[in-house]
C-alpha cells in the first residue's frame, strides 16, 4: 500500500465529513450514518483502548453480521489493531486452537476458553462519557487476519500482506463504484464477507447486511434497498432460486449492475439461471485464495463460450504443474500454482502454517487445467479427490452434476473405503437435502447421475439429510462428514 494512503480509519472519518447524513450501513431493520458510524467508533475504540487494545494487537470479532461487527472492526483499524474475525458458534476446540496462534488482546462477542484473554460480550456499549471525537491516526501492519483450515486440517491464520494503508479503489477492479449499495449475504468472518464489506466502507457504499442467510430476505433486500453491487457464494445462489421461481413479480432484480461469486465451484446449471435472471455482463466469477496471489475474473458472456472455465488471470500469475514440476500443457491437468508479480510486494503471511511452494510459487491445493484461449478450469482440490478402481474421482464434479437437478437444495460427495473386498479402493457416497416435498429418493439421484456421468463416479450410497450441507460461506466440512459416515458403515459391518 501506498504511504501516502491514509489508513482505513482515517477515510472513514473523510467520508463521514464529506457526507455525514449518508447511508452506511443496515442491519436487522436499523441503519447508521456515516456520522454515527464515525462518532460511535472513535468511542469503542477508546474503550477498547482502556481494555489495552494497541497498534498492532489482535482483536477477534466473533460476532454474527451486524452493525456490532462493522463497528469492532473500524474500532480496531482506528486504534492501529488488526481485526480478526471468528465464526460467533465456532466449537470450543477449534476456537481455542485459533487463539493459541497468536496473542489477542481482546475478544469481542465471546470468552476466551481458557479464561485468559480479555473480552467484551456481544453488545457490549462504550461507556457514553467516553468523548467521540477523532484519535490520533494510526496504521494497523495487518488490515485483517482472516482464520482458515480449521475444518480440514492444522488451524492457521491468513494475514493481509499489506498495512491498513489501503486505497479506497481498492473495489474499482471489480466493477464497484462511489454509491453503490453493496449486499453482504455472506458471513463477516468469511473473507469474501470481510473483504466485501472494506470495500464498501472505503467506497462509501451503503452496506446492507444479513445477519444470516434467508431466500425470501435476499430477496426483498436487493427489492428494497435498490442493490447494485455483491457477492455471494453458489450455495446461496441454488438456495435462492427456488424462493424467486415461486413468486418472481415479488422481486426486482433489475437494479444489480454487478454480481460476483466466488468461494467454491457453482454448478453450470444454477449459473445459467442466475445469468438468465441478471444477465450475462453483470454476472461475473472471481478464483483465488484468502492470501490473493493471483485471481481469474469470468463474466456471464465469456463462460457461456467457455463452459465451466472460471476464468484468465487479471492479477499476478499462475501456472499449472504435474507432479513432477513439468508445466503442463493446455488442457492437461495438474496441480494450479500462483504469486504475485514479480517485484510486488507479498500479498499474505501465514502464522501456524507454512504455504506449499515450489520456486517461489505457492499452490492452494487446487486442480486444473489452461485451455489454449488462457482460461482456466477447475477440477477439485488435490486433498477432496478420491480414487474409484484407479480411476480419479472429483467430488465437485458429481456435486455439479446433481446441483442440476431441481429439487436439490445442496449436496456433498466424497470416497469411502469399499466394504467388501477394498478391490475399487474407494467408492462414492452423496448426501442431499431435498427440497421440502419433494419426493426425491435414493434411486431418483442414481439415475439422475447415471445418465450424466460414467458408471465409476455415480455414488453406491445416498444418504438424505435435513439441513444444508454448506454455510452460508459456501464452506462445507467434507472431511468430518466422511468421517462419521465410515464410523456408521464400520459399526453396521461389523453386526
Known sequence: MAESTPPIGTQISALAALDPEAPAVTAGGRTLTRAELDASTNRLARAYAEIGVGVGDYVTIAVPNSIEWIQAAVACWKLG?????????????????????????????????????????????????????????????????????????????????????????????????????????????????????????????????????????????????????????????????????????????????????????????????????VGPEALWELYGGTELQALTFINGAQWLTHRGSVGIVVSGEMKVLDDSGRECAPGEEGEIYMRPTPGSRPTYRYVGSEPKSRDGWDSLGDLGHFDADGFLYLSDRRVDMFTVGGRNVYPAEIESALGAHPDVLSCLAFGVPDPNSGDLGQLPYVQVQAATGAGLDGPGVTEFLRQRLESHKVPRWVEFVDTPLRDDAGKARRSAACVEVMSRLQAQASR
Open 81 to 277: 489493531a488488526v481485526p480478526q474475525p471468528l465464526a460467533p458458534r465456532m466449537p470450543d476446540p477449534e476456537f481455542a486452537a485459533l487463539l493459541a496462534l497468536r496473542p489477542r488482546a481482546l475478544i469481542v462477542g465471546r470468552v476466551d476458553p481458557d479464561s485468559e484473554i480479555p473480552s467484551v460480550p456481544m453488545g457490549f456499549a462504550p461507556d457514553p462519557a467516553l468523548p467521540d471525537d477523532p484519535l490520533p491516526e494510526a496504521v494497523s501492519p495487518a488490515w485483517k487476519a482472516m482464520a482458515s483450515g480449521g475444518s480440514t486440517g492444522r488451524p492457521k491464520l491468513i494475514e493481509a500482506g499489506g498495512d491498513s494503508r489501503v486505497p479506497a479503489a481498492i473495489g474499482a477492479p471489480l466493477g464497484a463504484q462511489e454509491g453503490d449499495v453493496n449486499l453482504v449475504s455472506v458471513p463477516l468472518s468469511h473473507n469474501t464477507g470481510c473483504t466485501m464489506a472494506l470495500v464498501g466502507l472505503l467506497m462509501g457504499h451503503h452496506l446492507v447486511l444479513m445477519s444470516r442467510f434467508e431466500a425470501g430476505e435476499f430477496l426483498r433486500l436487493v427489492t428494497e434497498h435498490r442493490v447494485t453491487f455483491l457477492a455471494t457464494v453458489p450455495t446461496i445462489m441454488q438456495r435462492l432460486l427456488p424462493a424467486y421461481r415461486a413468486d418472481p413479480d415479488a422481486y426486482d432484480l433489475s437494479s444489480i449492475r454487478r454480481f460476483w461469486h466466488l468461494a467454491s465451484p457453482c454448478p453450470p446449471a444454477i449459473k445459467e439461471a442466475w445469468i438468465e435472471l
